[in-house]
């Protein structure tokens, strides 16, 4: 799945599944604190409402989703945030701390606080009432979520709404949801939503979906296909961008032209290329490139094939996403008549949430379905009769042939939970026995399979709710092939004694409190609530169960909380034995690494493609060129300037002039700095703590992100790790450590920060901060098997990221080249982490001791008195908090950072580095400031933006067939990057790179474009926030020095941007391609063939010797 976050490093989220990667950068210059020169994961891992997404490297087995933007968001994020239900998993399975594992937050654009009132909003629907073409059938107080869901039925077709009258909510979210259920593995529900984005009956443009990226204001735009079902979500807060958005979408789905013209299918899809009668046939299209590297994680496959053998007799028992060998099978028949039968307002569900007029939004659907008749659609989604007895099911994965693949299978056990969706109360329970058994390092079954030595780190996710029944699924990674059914017996047995012995008390309480403090918070993070709402209804709605049950905890919460606690019945034990223990629907799937399996797959297509070669004439041929050539100029012809004026957009006039302010208030207390935002956080109080990494030598730094979990999860002199994490979830909503690093405008000097972050009812808030004070103090570091665990866990991560996130890879590569913060960053969170973890893992097997008298040097050098604090909270909570900052305060050792930073010495290199994968990532930087003599000014936003939106997304991917091509340009540092993301070609996207100032030079830059462009940037720029969200982003400013009026100076320019701003633009560019750097991840045959002449310095860092080679 992906995100439509269509910015990169420097300026973004962007979120892979598997590793998480980055650290907590620094926002983008105006907008709010987003991911920068690494990925945050905070898309993912961040929308459980009723149970928050699962953490990393543990998202639930079965969670593939694919998108259409093209970066990947997958599994984890979209997946796991259809549960409203259980906590937030904290993972120890991540590569790096994390910017927003879970973190007190995410901290991206999101909805308005919803103040603590006590009345809920009153509809004005009422039940029977007809009203512009719908009737009335339910009314819903929705007392969680203080206002009111109305279900409506269309007259004429039977399409169903869910309207919820939000009016505390300016971030409104409509979506549509289509059953879409799957015959065969040929991808054609993930073709199809990707085609029909691709212009429509009112939009007769080759692309509205990037025109809308170009020019909204927009807070989400994606589309997203599930193993059931295809969701077309969108988001503003602007009232007419979100009617603009809707309508397009609306157009898109019911009237695509994909069904009239067959080469959206090509582009999309798959088609044959041939250029050359003495070349090769090839397989292109964007959506069969992003699932060649959807199949080139072993992760990804792992888990696909899980799902697949897990639910049979279901629409789960293929890939919806689409398996490479099969796509070139989807015909443009069959494709037509997927849409004709799917999508129908008569299978249509629709979603409005915020503050938008009610009525209206009957009436806009209405204009729609009123040219359809009612139709039966068969597409119930068929549930998975349960076995009798166990199953196992084995399977290769690729792997470098210089692997050392002893240690490198996968053993995960799995159980479908019971034969249909369990109700409201159950669910509540089962995510309680989730938390319980998974939820953290400490809870047992967790603990054992860590505790066992036999892999490196837990996968499966636990239970998951997404699909039409639940499952659980659990097991480990990086384990000898021998060892598989010693890993099943493992769960088995842990189990089997779980249920006899029982849960410890307080690990109940503990659970119960996190999941009921993640349901009142609602912290979506980076999506709008409304859109993770949405996905909690559905996960009920899709199977013909009640939408609202899955926007309630509080009755169900109490109603567990009562059995649990006071009558103290054996609820979770008995759930342990009956879907468990006494089910027999288990599957145990061993994964198995294969140095063969990548040359078989390419083999395969080679094969395939020179058997169809052999049945074509010349003429076939001939005609195959004709339509490469074809495909590619209609690709490169704009669109005529009528048929983008049909594309609706805001006026310029639409945007604020004044720069979006956040309330600060600063002070003082000893040697700290407080900063206090009073803003309204329904009772939440969130303390953020910034320790000054100034006197962190620079051969400490590289042990950094490891220091961070170990914080968290080493435990204390008072409590172990299992009954420290148990104290943090009977109190608080989490705390978490990160490092934070950012360039800073005008300084050779970069700007890092230990962030210590956590959050509690204003009750308890003198409990939280007395917990971080005894984390920063009196971290325990004597337990070596612990910390070798988690190095093992960040070993295990980091090789995910090489695997799926290549273009992070590369980033952070390019970005150590130009400034100690990029520098440090590489250091943190990029290859040369992943090299350190594996030496560092030796050195603690030989000498324990050097390691944990490095980890005291470093407590040492980061915790002292001189440091922000950061508070946000509601006005009247902020002066009853001093106290408790001024008792947290005297814990630490007093003193102040006053080291210069690290002066590291840069060396310009081309690098490739190979890695087991059918497809390339390929980057390209240099930086402006210092190689182009380019001044900052506000415009290179805008053009850069534009870039992104049009040359690159044009030539690399839709050209191209990449699944993503994106630049940019870091304010803060001058870095100007160009990445591509799962791309088939490597020569041909630099050649791309290289032509952009040229393409600037020679563009029309018309009114509208640059509105557009202006716009899009501004929605950037202004994105929406949680309070913490904000209150975080104030603090990151503080800390970079960057005031209001130097931010409204750039909004100004950004606003004044001309055509020739843009044109001048290219000056700086050609610093870039002519002496820029190269960095390419990808396939071993790809990376050395361009070896040559790109001059690539080679690494293959998965290879055996690499392994354990001490990192240079």
């Not at 109940?508 to 709402?533: D, M």
């Amino acid at each position: 799945g992906a995100m439509a976050s269509n910015q990169l490093p420097g300026a973004t989220v962007l979120a892979s599944s598997g590793a998480a990667s980055g650290l907590a950068f620094a926002p983008s210059a105006l907008g709010p604190p987003t991911a920068g020169g690494a990925v945050a994961k905070e898309a993912a891992g961040s929308v459980g409402l009723r149970g928050a997404a699962k953490g990393l490297g543990e998202e639930p087995a079965h969670s593939a989703v694919e998108g259409h933007a093209g970066l990947a968001l997958l599994a984890a994020g979209l997946a796991g945030c259809s549960a409203l239900r259980g906590a937030s998993r904290r993972s120890s399975a991540t590569a790096r701390p994390m910017a927003a594992k879970r973190r007190p937050t995410a901290v991206t654009r999101t909805g308005t606080a919803r103040q603590a009132v006590a009345t809920i909003a009153r509809t004005e629907a009422e039940v029977g009432q007809k009203l512009h073409g719908w009737t009335c059938e339910r009314i819903e107080e929705l007392e969680e979520l203080k206002c009111t869901g109305v279900l409506w039925r269309h007259d004429k077709t039977g399409a169903e709404l869910i309207s919820v009258e939000q009016p505390l909510e300016e971030n409104k979210t409509f979506g549509v949801v289509f059953r879409t259920p799957p015959e065969d593995s040929n991808g054609i529900a993930h073709v199809l939503e990707h085609s029909v984005l691709c212009g429509s009956r009112k939009y007769p443009v080759k692309e509205p979906f990037t025109e809308l990226l170009k020019g909204s204001m927009q807070t989400f735009l994606n589309a997203m296909t599930f193993p059931d079902r295809t969701c077309y979500p969108v988001a503003s807060c602007n009232l007419q961008d979100f009617y603009n958005l809707v309508d397009v979408y609306l157009d898109a789905v019911l009237h695509p032209r994909a069904l009239k013209d067959p080469r959206v299918l090509a582009q999309e899809g798959w088609h044959y290329e041939i250029e050359d009668k003495s070349e090769p046939l090839t397989f292109k299209g964007v959506v069969f490139n992003e699932m060649k590297g959807v199949y080139s994680n072993p992760d990804s496959v792992q888990s696909r094939t899980l799902l697949n053998n897990l639910l049979p007799d279901t629409p789960y028992g293929v890939d919806s996403g689409g398996d490479p060998k099969e796509i070139p099978n989807l015909t443009f028949e069959y494709f037509k008549g997927f849409h004709e039968r799917f999508y129908h307002p008569s299978n249509a569900k629709f979603w409005f949430y915020g503050d938008d007029p009610p009525a209206r939004r009957l009436e806009l659907l209405d204009e729609f379905l009123r040219d359809f008749e009612k139709k039966e659609v068969t597409s119930e989604i068929a549930k998975q009769p349960l076995w009798v007895e166990p199953r196992a099911v084995e399977h290769a994965f690729a792997v470098g042939k210089d692997e050392d693949i002893s240690k490198k299978s996968m053993a995960c056990v799995s159980w479908v939970m019971s034969d249909d969706k369990p109700d409201l109360e159950m669910s509540l329970a089962l995510s309680v026995l989730d938390y319980c058994l998974m939820g953290t390092p400490g809870a047992p079954l967790k603990k054992a399979l860590t505790d066992s030595g036999l892999g490196s780190r837990v996968i499966g996710g636990g239970l998951y709710e997404g699909l039409v029944q639940p499952t659980f699924s659990v097991g480990l990674k990086d384990i000898k092939e021998s060892d598989a059914k010693a890993v099943e017996a493992l769960v088995i047995d842990t189990l089997t004694k779980v249920a006899a012995e029982g849960f410890e008390r307080e690990a109940v309480e503990a659970a119960l409190n996190k999941i009921e403090f993640s349901n009142r918070e609602l912290n979506t993070g980076g999506f709008p609530r409304g859109l993770g709402l949405m996905f909690s209804a559905v996960s009920n709605w899709n199977y013909g169960k009640d939408p609202f049950e899955g926007l309630r905890f509080d009755a169900p919460l109490r109603a567990v909380r009562e059995r649990l606690i006071e009558k103290r019945e054996p609820l979770l034990e008995d759930l342990v034995r009956q879907k468990l223990l006494e089910n027999m629907h288990r599957l145990t799937v061993t994964s198995k690494p294969d140095v063969e399996q990548g040359d078989k797959i390419e083999e395969q297509e080679k094969t395939r493609l020179q058997e169809h070669r052999a049945t074509l004439s010349d003429e076939d041929v001939e005609s195959l060129i004709r339509e490469t050539k074809e495909l590619k100029e209609l690709q490169e012809a704009p669109d005529p300037p009528e048929a983008l004026a049909t594309v609706p957009r805001l006026e310029l006039s639409d945007i604020p002039e004044a720069t979006q302010t956040i309330p600060t208030e600063l002070s003082r207390v000893g040697n700290a700095e407080v900063l206090k935002h009073p803003l309204l956080t329904s009772g939440v109080v969130y303390v953020d703590l910034a320790f000054d990494l100034r006197d962190v030598p620079a051969d400490l730094l590289p042990l950094l992100p490891l220091f961070c979990r170990g914080l968290r999860q080493m435990g204390t002199k008072k409590s172990d790790f299992v009954q420290l994490q148990r104290r943090i979830d009977l109190a608080t909503g989490g705390i978490s450590a990160t490092p934070m690093v950012s360039a800073k405008r005008g300084s050779e000097e970069p700007v890092a920060h230990l962030v210590m972050r956590g959050k509690a009812m204003e009750a308890k808030v003198s409990s939280l901060m007395d917990l971080m004070a005894e984390i920063a103090t009196e971290v325990s570091w004597d337990n070596k098997e612990r910390f070798v665990q988690l190095a093992k866990e960040g070993l295990a991560g980091g090789r995910s990221q090489l695997l799926s996130s290549g273009h992070v890879v590369a980033a952070t590569r390019l970005g150590q080249q130009t400034t100690a913060a990029g520098w440090a960053s590489e250091q943190l969170a990029g290859l040369s982490q992943f090299q350190t973890l594996g030496s560092l893992i030796d050195l603690a097997e030989k000498d324990w001791p050097s390691v944990e008298a490095r980890l005291r040097r470093l407590q040492a050098s980061i915790f002292k008195s001189a440091c922000v604090v950061n508070l946000t909270a509601d006005a009247d909570a902020l002066p009853r908090l001093d106290t408790h900052v001024e008792a947290f305060l005297s814990q630490l050792p007093e003193g102040q950072a006053t080291s210069p930073f690290w002066t590291p010495e840069y060396t310009k290199t081309n690098e490739g580095i190979v890695v087991p994968s059918q497809v390339n990532y390929v980057g390209k930087a240099a930086n402006l400031y210092k190689d182009a003599g380019y001044e900052l000014h506000g415009s290179a936003m805008v053009t850069s933006r534009l870039l992104r939106t049009t040359w690159l997304w044009d030539k690399v991917r839709v050209v191209g067939g990449a699944y993503g091509g994106f630049c940019s340009f870091d304010v803060r540092s001058g870095d100007f990057k160009y990445l591509s993301y799962r791309d088939p070609n490597l020569q041909q996207t630099l050649d791309t790179y290289d032509g952009t100032a040229e393409y600037l030079r020679g563009m029309e830059v018309n009114d509208d474009l640059l509105a557009k462009s202006i716009i899009g940037t501004m929605g950037d720029v202004d994105k929406h926030q949680l309070p913490d969200a904000k209150g975080y982003t104030a603090m990151l400013r503080h800390l970079l020095g960057e005031t209001d009026e130097m931010r409204q100076e750039l909004r100004d320019q950004i606003l004044g941007t001309t055509g020739e701003d843009m044109r001048r633009f290219a000056d700086a560019l050609d610093a870039v391609s002519s002496s820029g750097a190269v960095c390419v991840v990808g396939g071993e045959e790809a990376v050395r063939g361009a070896s040559e002449k790109l001059g690539l310095s080679i690494v293959s860092p998965l290879a055996a010797a690499a392994a354990t080679a001490p990192a240079e």
